[in-house]
Each structure stands twice: as C-alpha cells, then as structure tokens.
C-alpha cells in the first residue's frame, strides 16, 4: 500500500481525532487542543492518505517549532493499525526531521511510553536517543514517558563522482520560460 502525505488543516479536525482516539485511548489530546495545533502558525502537521482514497486519514504528525528556537518537538504522530509496517511512521517521522532542518533546528525531542518498544525502535534507527525518563508521564495509566532526542545533522552534498569533462548544453535543446510575475504574486 502506498500513501500521500499532504499538509493537515483544521478541516481535518474529525479525521484526526478519530485516530487519536482509537490510537491513545486513555491519553488522547483534547478536540479543542487538538484543533489549536493544527492552526499553530508554529506548527508543522502532515496527514496521511492512501493512494486509492485521498478522502481517508489514515495517520498524521505533528512538530512545533517556536519561531528561531534551536528545538523542536515531536507533538504526536499516530498511524491506524491497518497501515501499520508498511514504512508509513518511518515516512511521516522522516518529513518532521526534514522540516525541523529546513526551519534550522539543531535538536528534536519527542516522548514515548515506555511501553512502546516498537515505536521506541523506529526512533533509534532514525537516530534519536534516550536522555531521560519522565515517571508516571502517561495518565491514568501511570506509564513512564522515554525522552528522546535527535541531533539534526547537517544537510551535506557530496560530488558523484570525479568530473572529466564539463557539461555542454546543445544549442538544440529546447528553452526553459520562466513566466513573468509580479512582486505579490508568489511562484508555485
């Protein structure tokens, strides 16, 4: 199965919280809360769709960078069990570390229940570490919270390879136009 990730809004509200809480049964974000993040202009939430059926949510994320902070947060990340261990959390996880490199952070945190190996796992083969835990973090069960934090590395770009020749453009290639456009209107 595949799937689209696409910016959430607040339209997807409904959908959202109907994975939060099928997914965090006794410790799911509140609507109202819920509803603040994906407004938060500090927010950075993605959903996802299967290809098949781009109405359908099927799992979601969500960072918060404060505005010039060298950190950010992992709110929450959700996928229904039906799209699990397809490499969709892997996906989502991987575009909050891209975001947070993009907005200049240089650390990520998240929490995780202790009870969680399987998403403690995904975050360790993405990088992240445990530094700390929170007792009793997760109400009412009582379940301890693993802090963890990810270096964000830098963005590095290496050559292929050694250049023998330089690249020549034939002059029968076709042009590229750029459409003209005024200082307000924004390129796509």
């Known amino acids: 199965m595949s799937f689209r990730l696409r910016r959430a809004s607040v339209d997807d509200l409904d959908a959202v919280m109907a994975i939060e809480t099928s997914v965090f049964v006794n410790d799911a974000w509140s609507s109202e809360g819920m509803a603040h993040e994906l407004a938060s202009r500090d927010g ?20 918060m960078v404060l505005p ?21 959390g892997r996906a989502l996880m991987g575009q909050m570390i891209a975001e947070a490199r993009r907005r200049g952070v240089r650390e990520v945190f998240l929490e ?12 360790e083969s993405l990088g992240f570490e ?5 007792p009793r973090y997760y109400m009412p069960d009582a379940v301890d919270a693993v802090v963890m934090r990810l270096r964000v590395p830098a963005t590095t770009t290496e050559p292929a390879g050694p250049v023998t020749e330089p690249a ?9 136009v750029v459409p003209e456009t005024s200082e307000s209107e924004p390129l796509s």
């Open 168 to 176: 020549v453009v034939p002059s029968t290639a076709p042009a590229v």
């Open 112 to 123: 995780v229940r202790a009870d969680n190996p399987g998403a403690q796992s995904l975050y």
């Open 130 to 134: 445990a530094i700390a835990v929170r």
């Open 68 to 88: 010039g902070a060298p950190d950010a947060d992992v709110q929450t990340i959700a996928v229904l069990p039906e799209a699990r261990r397809s490499g969709l």
């Open 44 to 63: 950075f939430y993605l959903v996802a769709t299967p290809d098949a059926d781009d109405t359908r949510i099927v799992g979601y994320s969500g960072l």
